[in-house]
């Protein structure tokens, strides 16, 4: 039975284990450059007792142009939804982000007609270059706020293009028939959206948003803790595509018979039970892992699930005697 051979390296998936691998490679694919924005150095570390990591260090590109001129956006909102700053945070969140922000607490003048100068703010291109509206229960319930959005969009519509931003955020739920369809037929953020900023950001400056896309694994995980209807950890893996037949899972030898596994449909603990083709179980070559495999089929829809009375540090699983192979952290996992 040929399980690991440790020593060598595949530097093409950092998450493989297996024959043709090392057992403790680990870290993540290192993500592409940033052109114009940062430069990455990569270094890669000697092994240490098997272990291979990477280093990314981050280090920005500074840049000066004098004839750089800082987007500027508008901001609508209720008094009422100011009355813990709630808005100057947003003010806030968005200058740090690189905006310039236009606020009428902040930008009008006292003495001069209020409509005249929230008119310029908004038409003129000199002053705002998006226009944002900060829509909540307040807001969008308040006839004076409705009046004030009517007058802008139809100034802006008027005297603008029509790719003028008019972008709505959203503070909280709120009733769909009270959003305006010019907000509707345009750009609505939630402020829940981790890339609210940047949304808000591309939107004025025109451009394509620049959203964060997590490196996923290829393989899904889910830690099912105790309950009362299971009394040991339930440990559920599958691959994102593609199968592993026979399957297999390794773990310490400590948990040596006093943990099982079982085949079911992807998110459902097989709580009574079930059938196992092929099923084996044996210690490994250096008698540090526990191996258990079986021949049904882990697809993205079908998955394997680990019954242990204890967490296990570490634990691998796969493709018995094939590829691909895995060795993780459970407590590591998200």
């Not at 310039?100 to 270059?129: H, M, Y």
């Not at 004076?144 to 972008?167: G, K, N």
């Not at 603990?269 to 250096?286: K, M, Q, R, T, V």
Request: charged share 20%; net charge neutral.
């Amino acid at each position: 039975m040929v399980f690991v051979r440790p020593g060598t390296q595949n530097r093409q998936d950092p998450y493989l284990w297996g024959a043709d691998i090392s057992p403790f490679e680990s870290g993540h694919p290192v993500p592409p450059r940033s052109a114009g924005k940062t430069r990455a150095l990569v270094r890669f570390c000697p092994p240490l007792f098997g272990f291979s990591t990477v280093s990314l260090g981050v280090s920005p590109n500074r840049i000066i142009n004098k004839d750089f001129r800082m987007s500027t956006i508008w901001i609508t909102y209720a008094w009422e939804d100011n009355k813990s700053q709630d808005v100057d945070f947003i003010a806030q969140e968005l200058i740090s982000a690189g905006l310039k922000v236009n606020l009428d607490r902040w930008n009008l003048r006292a003495g001069v007609r209020l409509w005249d100068q929230i008119a310029n703010f908004i038409t003129s291109p000199n002053e705002c270059d998006g226009w944002l509206f900060i829509a909540t229960q307040n807001s969008l319930g308040s006839e004076a706020c409705q009046e004030e959005m009517a007058y802008a969009i139809d100034r802006a519509l008027s005297q603008r293009t029509a790719t003028f931003p008019l972008i709505g955020l959203f503070l909280s739920s709120v009733d769909k028939e009270l959003i305006p369809a010019a907000i509707k037929a345009r750009l609505f953020v939630s402020i829940r959206d981790p890339d609210w900023k940047e949304r808000i950001k591309s939107s004025v400056e025109n451009r394509q948003p620049n959203i964060s896309r997590p490196i996923l694994k290829p393989y899904h995980f889910t830690l099912h803790p105790k309950s009362p209807t299971h009394t040991h950890w339930i440990i559920e893996v599958g691959p994102r595509a593609g199968s592993w037949v026979p399957f297999f899972v390794a773990l310490p030898v400590d948990l040596q018979n006093r943990t099982s596994i079982l085949h079911s449909p992807k998110g459902r603990i097989p709580l009574h039970g079930g059938s196992l083709f092929d099923y084996g179980e044996n210690l490994s070559a250096d008698g540090k892992w526990w191996i258990q495999w079986a021949g049904n089929e882990a697809t993205p829809t079908m998955s394997y699930f680990i019954s242990t009375l204890q967490m296990p540090e570490q634990m691998a699983f796969g493709v018995f005697n094939g590829k691909p192979q895995y060795l993780i952290v459970p407590s590591n996992e998200k």
